[in-house]
């Protein structure tokens, strides 16, 4: 929403813009770059999970149980390495830069009407429930993830699995979101 409203009220003010040429901008600008920086986060998953089963078949010096001489638990350094709000600000940065054309109109059409604020209002309404959807998913995946997969959790063939899933979905990313920035550019 923030990019939509910088967007058109930028365009409207500053360089004189009308619907057309805002979602021109939008199209032959915005949208090629988002897809790029999708394709990129892409590779930045391929290089996780490559990263991942690399790790996964080198040997661990690090045996922590007298019985078995397996690790049962997360190093420090491991932890620090997990994927959290970094991962994720880096994949809203990709998809945020690229303003939904739904909230452009909203705000052209809005701001003709002379009531602009409501406009602004209305994208950041579509922003906030796209929001919710995208987070009931992502907890409802975590949930899954968790339950389904509590029970295996340090299986060697689990993180192999992992490092695979993570290598697949980065090769899905990369190959549909460079697909888009080709037929964009």
């Known amino acids: 929403a923030v990019m939509a409203v910088a967007l058109v009220y930028a365009g409207i ?36 999970g490559l990263r991942h089963a690399r790790q996964e078949t ?8 007298n019985h078995c001489g397996h690790a049962h638990g997360p190093s420090v350094a491991q932890v620090q390495q997990a994927g959290n709000l970094r991962d994720a600000l880096l994949l809203i940065g990709g998809i945020a ?16 009407m002379g009531i602009g604020g409501v406009g602004v209002l209305g994208a950041f309404a579509m922003a ?13 995946a975590t949930g899954l993830r968790a ?4 029970g295996l959790a340090g299986s060697p063939r689990l993180a192999q699995a992992a490092a695979v ?3 697949t979905a980065g090769l899905v990313v990369v190959t549909l979101a460079s697909g888009l920035l080709m037929r964009a550019i």
């Open 97 to 112: 830069m690229r303003p939904c054309t739904g909230a452009l109109f909203v705000l052209v059409i809005t701001w003709h």
């Open 147 to 150: 339950g389904l997969l509590g």
């Open 165 to 167: 899933a993570e290598l």
């Open 13 to 48: 003010m500053l360089l004189g813009l009308g619907r057309e040429a805002l979602v021109e901008v939008t199209e032959d600008i915005m949208a090629p770059a988002s897809y790029g920086a999708i394709a990129l986060i892409g590779l930045w998953l391929i290089w996780r």
């Open 58 to 65: 080198a040997p661990s010096g690090e045996a922590v149980c």
């Open 128 to 140: 906030f429930g796209t929001g919710l959807v995208t987070i009931a998913t992502g907890l409802a």
